[in-house]
């Protein structure tokens, strides 16, 4: 294609409503512009990028015999009353009336289309097992879109949905859209972790996510170098670090002290003189309307994703309100404790107070803490892991360390088990005409999400360096002089033979200087160029590397085979 | 691909809701569910057609140098609101609020935001021209949504926008998508025409439909076979039929008769035992506010299209209420005429009454007639073509029969002028430094249109029959028995074969009786079938021509080689 024809409206300044890299530059370089907050017209470069990472996903998905599909963006609310989620998706889900006043609701996801789908058509075990997927645009009414494409209001997703006779079968279809997910983002050029996940909304029971680092990310990881462990900081475990004072001695009985003015943690370790390791604190959570003490060591954070697993809440937890924590316990937060207990609560203790002794914690009196209070001995808590890990933790079986990172997540993977076909109602007759459900899976890919994190992980203050398998154009071939006849009819052949090699390449025909013509090429990322200049009368032209900045002479001749040997296409 | 893995859920019985073929077969084929009322899953079958028809849109489209991108289907009101169309669209348009309660909409077309994108980069005149394109889902809350694929609430379309410094240029953009549509329908094998249409709420002065002849149509257009004219029922021009009765010759007064209870033309004819053609029909219409008496001949109707153009409507025109009618004439309906209005008004009278004598017409008073009246002398109308082409009537030049066709639309270009580009601001500097407005053009065509005028077109009692360029797949290899060593294999080798061939085949490796398979191959509507049976003893196999029911008998080595010669691809 020829650059003088098409529309690259490249920005010389940063916008200054951009923070992160990749928003930034898909701004600078011409790929999208905001129509609405969170909402993006994808331009001429970004659709042709993001059409080469769809037919990467389109060719693994078929590769595991999944088949292709579109569903509809638009939704009766009776699909989604029938799972119960047109309930719990709340202000995240666009809703309207349609002219008759009927409920609708924009999809956000399809594991409720795809199981009234196949309610209507699977009647035998013979139909299994299943794989659907689509590539289809999502609507989600983010509470605070930013960051460019990473956190949108309408999105491009590819989404797929299996159906087994039996967790078997789930395990297999799990198993094969986790490959296809690495061949997916090696393909891409993506340098990913997939890690264990939760399944928040989704429901089920295992889920991986696939995170590329980044500072522009929102998603927390726990990572182990050593053991290649890797999990969502909400899900991972740890070993934590040993107290830093031993506990004392003996079989004490738990002692009130006056602790004036001293609430938090950190407060009353300078009071005492003891680390914060030596107490206990405790949160106060509400799961589905019950109250629960959380205890953890005084230096540990609580993770909520464990705790709503341990106590298997069905809604979202949430900490208690001052005034909740008043009438139960007598106390403010900052002198609660487990002992005398004035109304009969579960309580949570950490793993990681388990076999301590003598610790601190609060007395449910305002300015008063208890010290020499032991576990299981003073009181009689559930142990559980609780505890979100943190930086410095080590590795549970091998104690190597552990490092958190900032991500970009790119896909999940869901086993969803029953929870739509049962509550939808998705029957088949088995081999022994007995009526079963299938069990489901639930499979997604963010689109503008990998461009987003290529953007992040491959940039530099020139602009994007893309991988050359999702960067718009291939190679760009760069006349420095485009009223100069031999300059250009070699440009213009060089150009030509590209294309006859099956190299994606665009030809910079504008009558501009070279330095405008590098400053854009390097800008939109374009992984080589070939530049058409002075030393043609030698007979030679430059090829260089976006990512390397090196340069290389060769002979005109050999240019455009250099790069498609480059591409592995020689 | 392998039958028995594929989701292709067929049906024995048409399906009681859809009335019109396409519906029918979309449903039967496994191509397609609904949702919801208009809105509708495309399955495996459905998506594979689609995907291809797509493709050859794409090529089409980049032939001719246009870009694509992708815009949000999310659109905020602001935008609409410019244009105006925010309340043209009525309810028309799906709109809903965010979670700040902000107004948002579904976009059934995109001039507004494609003019926003122009208006915030364009510059200069050297940046044009452009031509911008999309395949894209949009929303339409359609008052009665039905057959099937072809009047829908959400449904995928190509749609362009061409950006001109001047008409010129306009007018070979347009010429480019006039051509670049025509390719495309020839590739989709679509036998259509293409007509003058008028550009309802576009705006603008030149547009082409491009019409497929069907029953399930709601658009009518007059083609005349002779010529080649082609245009919308609401545009088209012709030779009206001469009068079946000469006007009374002389320079007669108008003279009042009574006429007891006739009101409709047919009653006044009988009752004064003239012709139709010799009264003149007198219609009230309000457009934007303003009352208009239309006269046309007693045997023809109004065009409120061509009504529309002549007065200038902004709004659509309406008939006006019979209480309005008798408060501006002091008669009712079935008694009005030109002559002797109370009230003053436009007085719009058709071509064909230009040179008539001596006309019947209402008195303006209940249960009288005029007979003797002549336009031109006892009243003074504006002439010009306000009349709707009637069965019967000849082309304007050459006097050749026309011909009253149903048709779907598939595609519609226009040409929009400043309409966009003037309320929203779009400006760019012209050679000379000045702020000139650019002039735009738009362009759409429906994919899912394209894929049911199809079926609308080819199909028989047992299925669809679908042009190899955009059914699902091209051929079928159909082992008789499974379970038979020798066939399965001669199968799977044809079917190999087939693919190194370049030929999208499916192999029918179900363990089912041949009868089943056939039907089910005639009614997804593949073009080719190999069937592999009992003459492989004799080193042959079958190919049937899925049109035609033409089999003929190839020797096993040759049947891939052979439909893909007839695909072209030998």
């Known amino acids: 294609m020829l650059w003088s024809k098409l529309f690259i409206p ?15 530059l898909l701004l600078r370089a011409g790929y999208v512009r905001q129509l609405s907050s969170g909402i993006y017209s994808y331009l001429f470069l970004a659709h042709r990028s993001m059409r080469k990472i769809m037919q990467i996903i389109r060719e693994e998905m078929d590769a595991i015999g999944a088949q292709e599909m579109l569903l509809p963006a638009l939704h009766p609310a009776e699909v989604w009353q029938e799972s ?17 006043n009927r409920d609708l609701c924009l999809g956000m996801t399809h594991e409720e289309v795809m199981t009234s789908i196949a309610r209507g058509e699977l009647r035998s075990y013979k139909q299994l ?24 209001r309408e999105f491009i997703m590819k989404d797929s949905y299996s159906f087994d006779l039996g967790p078997e079968g789930l395990d297999a279809a799990y198993q094969k859209h986790y490959e296809a997910y690495c061949r997916i983002f090696d393909r891409c050029g993506l340098k990913y972790i997939a890690v264990e996940a939760h399944s928040g909304s989704m429901g089920g029971s295992q889920s991986h996510e696939f ?23 909400e899900k991972a475990v740890s070993r934590p670090t040993p107290p830093l004072a031993p506990d004392p001695d003996g079989d004490l009985a738990p002692e009130k002290f006056h602790t004036p003015g001293r609430k938090t943690i950190a407060e009353v370790a300078e009071f005492t ?4 390791t030596s107490q206990m604190k405790s949160l106060v959570m509400v799961a589905d309307g019950q109250m629960y003490l959380c205890l953890l060591r005084g230096d540990h954070n609580l993770s909520e994703t464990k705790f709503a697993g341990v106590v298997g809440a069905a809604g979202e937890p949430r900490p208690a309100h ?3 924590i008043r009438e139960a316990f007598g106390a403010d937060a900052g002198s609660l404790g487990p002992v005398g207990l004035k109304r009969p609560m579960r309580v949570i203790a950490d793993l990681a107070l388990q076999g301590r002794r003598n610790m601190i914690c609060g007395a449910n009196e305002n300015d008063y803490h208890l010290r020499h209070v032991t576990p299981g001995e003073d009181f009689q808590p559930e142990f559980a892991d609780i505890r979100q890990v943190a930086e410095g933790d080590l590795d549970v079986e091998t104690g190597a360390p552990l490092k958190i990172v900032k991500t970009v997540e790119v896909g999940h993977i869901f086993k969803l088990g029953y929870k739509y076909s049962e509550s939808m109602g998705l029957r088949v007759l088995d081999e022994n005409g007995q009526e079963v459900t299938p069990i489901m899976g639930s499979y997604g890919i963010g689109v503008g999400r990998i461009l987003s994190a290529a953007i992040e992980l491959y940039h530099d203050a020139d602009g994007m360096i893309l991988p050359p398998a999702i960067a718009p154009f291939e190679a760009v071939v760069t006349p420095v002089n485009w009223k100069d006849e031999a300059i250009r009819s070699a440009a213009e052949r060089i150009y030509e033979e590209c294309k ?10 504008r009558d501009e200087r070279p330095g405008v013509k590098f400053k854009d ?4 990322g374009i992984p080589w160029r070939i530049t058409v200049g002075k030393k043609l009368a030698a007979g030679a032209v430059e090829i260089t590397d976006r990512s390397s900045r090196e340069s290389t002479e060769v002979p005109v001749a050999e240019a455009a085979r250099n790069v498609a040997a480059k591409l592995g296409r020689a």
């Open 129 to 152: 097992p299943q794989i659907w997927y689509q590539i289809q645009t999502k609507f989600r009414d983010e509470a605070r879109p930013k960051s460019g494409l990473l956190r949108v």
């Open 10 to 24: 490249t920005l010389r300044e940063n916008p200054a409503e951009a923070e992160v890299v990749s928003h930034q």
């Open 500 to 509: 006859s090699r099956g190299v994606d390449a665009l030809l910079d025909d």
């Open 84 to 100: 119960g989620r047109w309930e719990v998706m709340g202000a995240n889900m666009f809703r309207l009336k349609d002219r008759w």
């Open 211 to 233: 995170m590329v680092a980044s500072d522009a990310g929102e998603d927390y990881i726990v990572v182990c170098e050593a053991t290649g462990y890797a999990a969502n900081l």
């Open 322 to 324: 001052p005034e909740e």
């Open 273 to 276: 003189g003891l680390p914060e």
């Open 521 to 524: 090429a390097d800008l939109i």
